[in-house]
Antibody, heavy 116, light 108 residues
Framework: QVQLVQSGAEVKKPGSSVKVSCKAS????????INWVRQAPGQGLEWLGR????????KYAQKFQDRLTIFVDDSTNTTYMELSSLKSDDTAIYYC?????????WGQGTVVTVSS | EIVMTQSPATLSVSPGEGATLFCRAS??????LAWYQQKPGQAPRLLIY???TRATGIPARFSGSGSGTEFILTISSLQSEDFSVYYC??????????FGQGTKVEIK
């Protein structure tokens, strides 16, 4: 059973960057494409981007194209999501999820709060 | 970008009754549609993929149907643990993967 475990909560200042990790266990990590999805307080789910670890190929939602980076550390089976130039409306829970066409399983989520 | 629209936004149901949730895509997604359940404070959980296939461990009271642009999630005989928010998601055309805005199933 694949499990995804994410890093802990972050509090950041506007204009700074945040890096969230997602560590996979219980499977052959290199076979899985990992997606990142966020959920603002009281809101729905918003897809951010994805990475295919086997080929290192990434795809980002257009609105995040210029400030989102997703990358993989193969040595630790960990994927990272880094979002820069943070604004208050980036405050959200950030989830990683394995893509098997659909998304399953999901990490437990990482709360990112952007506040001055 | 494919827009997913769910209805109703909120559904009030008594325990033991059934519930029908709708999801519409702005263009055909074939059967490349998933449903997720999200309980407060938890990550979404996959319920249905391929529009009608239950994920591992999902009870038979959950069923999905539809293809193209119209999809339905049916929950027969709601249990206390089923009162949650449900999202549909298309994985036919990307980027981006897109989600519906969610339907909250609450206790009547």
């Amino acid at each position: 059973q694949v499990q995804l475990v994410q890093s802990g909560a972050e509090v950041k200042k506007p204009g700074s960057s945040v890096k969230v990790s997602c560590k996979a266990s219980g499977g052959t990590f290199t076979k899985y494409t990992i997606n990142w999805v966020r959920q603002a307080p009281g809101q729905g789910l918003e897809w951010l981007g994805r990475i295919n670890p086997t080929f290192g190929r990434t795809k980002y939602a257009q609105k995040f194209q210029d400030r989102l980076t997703i990358f993989v550390d193969d040595s630790t089976n960990t994927t990272y999501m880094e979002l820069s130039s943070l604004k208050s409306d980036d405050t959200a829970i950030y989830y990683c999820a394995r893509e098997v066409f659909w998304l399953d399983p999901w990490g437990q989520g990482t709360v990112v709060t952007v506040s001055s | 970008e494919i827009v997913m629209t769910q209805s109703p936004a909120t559904l009030s149901v008594s325990p033991g009754e059934g519930a029908t949730l709708f999801c519409r895509a702005s263009q055909s997604v074939s059967t490349n549609l998933a449903w997720y359940q999200q309980k407060p404070g938890q990550a979404p959980r996959l319920l249905i993929y391929g529009a009608s296939t239950r994920a591992t461990g999902i009870p038979a009271r959950f069923s999905g149907s539809g293809s193209g642009t119209e999809f339905i999630l049916t929950i027969s005989s709601l249990q206390s643990e089923d009162f949650s928010v449900y999202y549909c998601q298309q994985y036919n055309n990307w980027p981006p993967w897109t989600f519906g805005q969610g339907t909250k199933v609450e206790i009547k």
